[in-house]
């Protein structure tokens, strides 16, 4: 009976435990999920598709979450777009990810917001689909 209450307790642990990654993408760590949504449709150039997105916040400088969002490496998959800017209000850094073969799709951007010490992160996988007719 012991057992049983250990792997009860072992379960509930996993299905409470924080969910760390969208997809193949990393939360960068320490950060904290600010909310969540999904949607359908065809966004930052790529086709119809349906979208999950993570909004993050790291108490990091920008330069720190930028190069880890930069370094990411995943296997099999291309960058097919970076791009940094600067902005009247801070820096911001974009990472376009795409794996035809899986038909996926990945947008990474990191905003540094002037005044604020925190870093805002939006994570965003779309997995491709057929347009609705």
């Known amino acids: 009976m012991k057992g049983l209450w250990l792997v009860l307790a072992l379960l509930l642990a996993a299905g409470c435990a924080r969910r760390a990654a969208l997809g193949d993408l990393t939360y960068f760590p320490g950060s904290a999920t600010i909310g ?9 150039g790529f086709p119809h598709a349906s979208w999950e997105q993570v909004e993050l916040r790291a108490e990091a400088p920008y330069e720190q979450v930028r190069d880890f969002y930069a370094r990411l490496a995943v296997d099999g998959w291309t960058s097919t777009f970076e791009n ?28 540094e917001r002037e005044g604020s010490r925190d870093v805002s992160v939006l994570l965003r996988r779309g997995l491709a689909r057929e347009p609705e007719r």
Request: proline content about 3%.
């Open 36 to 44: 969540t949504t999904s949607f359908v449709g065809e966004r930052y």
């Open 84 to 111: 940094e800017s600067p902005k009247s209000t801070g820096r911001l850094y974009l990472r376009y990810l795409a794996d035809a073969r899986r038909r996926t799709f990945y947008v990474i951007a990191v905003e």
